[in-house]
């Protein structure tokens, strides 16, 4: 279950390295290529793990993370997507090797989003070349995700486009297959008449009129959102995307008030339930009714409305720190049937540490009852004392502790059990881990 992320000799893993990208950048402004940017060792890392992300989306057999296939240039129907959940990629396989037995000669693309709830090797990986920028710019208010293109499917499926506003993206080529980004102004792109060609798919005549950006294995491509851009692979080839998403303030606004309803909405049949029309308009009933689909134990709606946006505000920056930026959580270990998180004595006699480079974050309930932790994004709550905060502060450290010395931070009369259980969670959100 414990995940070993071996320390990078890339390049790009040093903060000095990154000092240079952002000049060539413009500080993150200009499209910009990075030759040899990390290791073969890397590329073979994150190669393995997008195939291990493909295979859990194989054995969910689902596409609701936005994952879609295209053969010969058109997305596939149910039929086809069932062949390919019947066929994942196998123990040791390569990408060639499992596009020759799947695909045979047929030219294929797969976008797969959200990698980083699929895959914890893969984030860490990520993280451990990203952190260094990370550092030095900051998070993106949205976060941090992953999406991946698969295939040899000459131009991208999705045409010409750009970005939603703020969203910039480096792409890490994995190969083996090289890669060509065109990119067009968008002074440019109105005066060659690029909407009607990209509808008509007239790419050649466009392409001509575009800056050319050819990259490899072990190259890193840095796009600004705001150009147009097609993308050409040369062959077969893994592409891995970074996005960092720096929200308009509209949607970062909209992005904090949604989440109290994902947060203390139930989740039951009652939200299913239609209402009847109304006849007076001055009628509480239905005011009172969608109050009642709130679980408010903090009785956050009771307060100023200043008072409560402050407080979902502090909450989502909370979630999203301790995920070290990752817009999406990592699967548990016990959604993976790996474990289970009410066997915490098997954690009684281990060595435990912090998973890095995250941190744990907490504050108190508003009546101060209760402790609030955010864990990889997970947020978990426990009757609160001194001595779990005491706790978390250990852990934060990132020594590696004795359980027994971790259970000595809290009340003598409290059973190892309790403290052994908040572990386990942790342990659970791959938080923490076994050395």
């Not at 550092?135 to 698969?150: A, D, M, Q």
């Not at 942790?426 to 881990?433: G, M, P, Q, S």
Request: hydrophobic fraction near 35%.
């Amino acid at each position: 279950m414990n995940t070993v992320i071996t320390t990078s000799d890339s390049p790009m893993a040093q903060p000095e390295w990154w000092d240079n990208f952002l000049t060539v950048s413009n500080n993150l402004t200009r499209t910009t290529i990075s030759k040899n940017a990390f290791s073969i060792e890397d590329a073979n890392i994150l190669s393995t793990e997008i195939l291990n992300v493909l295979k859990q989306l194989c054995r969910l057999r689902t596409n609701k993370y936005g994952y879609r296939a295209y053969i010969d240039g058109k997305i596939v129907g149910d039929d086809k997507l069932n062949y390919i959940f019947d066929n994942p990629p196998l123990e040791g396989e390569d990408v060639v090797k499992y596009a020759e037995r799947v695909f045979s000669n047929k030219e294929f693309g797969m976008i797969i989003n959200g990698c980083e709830k699929f895959s914890d090797p893969l984030s860490r990986k990520l993280l451990q070349l990203l952190t260094p920028l990370i550092e030095k710019v900051g998070i993106p208010l949205t976060g941090l995700s992953v999406h991946t293109f698969v295939g040899n499917y000459a131009y991208t499926p999705l045409g010409i486009h750009k970005d939603h506003r703020g969203e910039n993206v480096i792409h890490f080529h994995l190969g083996p297959g090289g890669k060509e980004m065109y990119n067009w102004t968008d002074e440019v792109y109105e005066e060659i008449d690029g909407k009607r060609k990209n509808e008509d798919k007239e790419y050649e005549d466009l392409i001509q009129h575009a800056e050319k950006f050819p990259f490899e294995s072990t190259d890193i491509y840095f796009m600004p959102w705001d150009k147009y851009h097609l993308g050409k692979t040369d062959g077969l080839s893994i592409g891995v995307t970074v996005w960092f998403n720096n929200p308009p303030k509209a949607k970062l606004f909209d992005s904090i008030f949604s989440s109290l309803t994902k947060q203390y909405m139930i989740t039951d049949d009652r939200l299913k339930e239609v209402f009847s029309p109304v006849k007076d308009p001055n009628s509480q009933e239905t005011l009172h009714e969608l109050l009642g689909l709130f679980q408010d134990e903090e009785n956050l709606l009771d307060l100023p409305f200043s008072e409560l946006f402050k407080l979902l505000h502090d909450d989502f920056k909370l979630a999203l720190f301790s995920n070290a930026g990752w817009k999406t959580r990592t699967i548990s270990l016990s959604d993976e049937n790996l474990y289970d998180v009410n066997n915490y004595e098997t954690l009684r006699d281990t060595v435990l540490r912090l998973v890095e480079p995250f941190k744990i974050y907490f504050r108190k309930s508003l009546d101060e009852s209760e402790i609030i932790i955010f864990a990889r994004g997970s947020k978990l709550k426990f009757r609160y004392h001194k001595g779990i905060e005491t706790l978390l502060e250990l852990l934060n450290s990132g020594k590696e502790l004795e359980t027994k010395e971790l259970l000595k931070a809290l009340p003598n009369e409290w059973p190892d059990s309790v403290g052994l259980y908040i572990l386990s969670l942790l342990y659970d959100k791959r938080t923490i881990e076994i050395v």
